[in-house]
């Protein structure tokens, strides 16, 4: 069972734009996508708030370039332990490091709800990137080439 994030309970809510104004330094564009999230959940289901419900979008939404959406800054460098791993290092993402080739392991906590789901039958898998839309969920080895 993965542990909740926790620590932030007591913290005041604040809109989208407050938190994505605080964002504008690491993240140039997110103001952009931001904006594009607000007007694409007028209507958001499930008793969200508009903000809300575009927050969730903005984590999840696609950016050009692709290393410099929201999800692929926010990254947790410790471990998610979890009993019910199903491949070694389960609920992780790693990734070459741009500077020095080398590999690294980041975690992410809504890895898991793809694992149980998904990864059963997979065999000699380097890389499991699942916190991304399923269209676009996709597996890969770390020394595989990508772009031009």
């Known amino acids: 069972m993965l542990m909740p994030v926790s620590g932030y309970e007591d913290l005041p809510l604040v809109s989208l734009g407050h938190a994505v104004a605080q964002a504008i330094s690491l993240l ?3 103001q952009k996508y931001a904006d594009v999230a607000k007007q694409n959940c007028k209507e958001p289901a499930g008793g969200l708030t508009i903000d809300e419900s575009a927050a969730i979008m ?4 696609n ?5 410099k959406t929201l999800f692929s800054s926010i990254q947790w460098n410790s471990s998610i332990p979890c009993e019910e791993s199903e ?4 609920g992780a993402i ?7 080739s080398t590999i690294e392991q980041t975690y992410a906590g809504a890895l898991s709800f793809l694992r149980r789901n998904y990864t059963r039958n997979l065999t000699n ?18 020394d595989a080439q990508f772009g031009p």
């Open 63 to 67: 950016w050009k370039p692709i290393d």
């Open 94 to 100: 790693q990734r070459k490091s741009p500077l020095d």
């Open 125 to 142: 898998v380097d890389v499991a990137v699942t916190d991304i839309p399923l269209d676009l969920a996709t597996t890969y080895r770390p």
């Open 58 to 61: 903005l984590h999840t939404m």
């Open 28 to 30: 140039p564009d997110i």
């Open 87 to 90: 491949l070694p290092g389960d």
